[in-house]
């Protein structure tokens, strides 16, 4: 499984940016696609998932109702939609996933992280004025 992400950049409190990871190999479409983002000197943190099976969702409570998370499954690729960037949202973003079957709503547990078989590269997000 390769999962590659994209569409970082800077931008200014408030503002939105889309990020992207497009997958391949998966021998089903029985599992979820998780983002995490990690800042400096900061653990790594479970932010959305998405189950490619039905599209339900996970979100953590400190971008719920700011991100949203989708889909294409005939492209094989989710989006994180984020909106109302807030400077604490600064971080190097990264979408993973297993084979293991997952919904969106699966992803909500402690040490998802560890659980993640494939990780794409990151995308940085820096949102400062």
């Known amino acids: 499984v390769q999962l590659q992400a994209s569409g970082g950049g800077s931008v200014q409190p408030g503002g939105s940016l889309r990020l992207s990871c497009a997958s391949s190999g998966h021998t089903s479409d029985y599992y979820a696609i998780a983002w995490f983002r990690q800042a400096p000197g900061k653990e790594r943190e479970g932010v959305s998932c998405?189950?490619?099976?039905?599209?339900?969702?996970y979100y953590a409570d400190s971008v719920k109702g700011r991100f949203t998370t989708s889909r294409d499954n005939a492209k094989n690729t989710v989006y994180l939609e984020m909106n109302n960037l807030k400077p604490e949202d600064t971080a190097t973003y990264y979408c993973?996933?297993?084979?293991?079957?997952?919904?969106?709503?699966?992803?909500?547990?402690?040490?998802?992280?560890?659980?993640?078989?494939?990780w794409g590269k990151g995308t940085q997000v820096t949102v400062s004025s």
């Open positions: 993973a996933s297993d084979e293991q079957p997952r919904l969106g709503p699966d992803c909500d547990r402690s040490g998802l992280a560890h659980a993640m078989d494939y």
């Open positions: 998405i189950g490619m099976r039905d599209g339900s969702t």
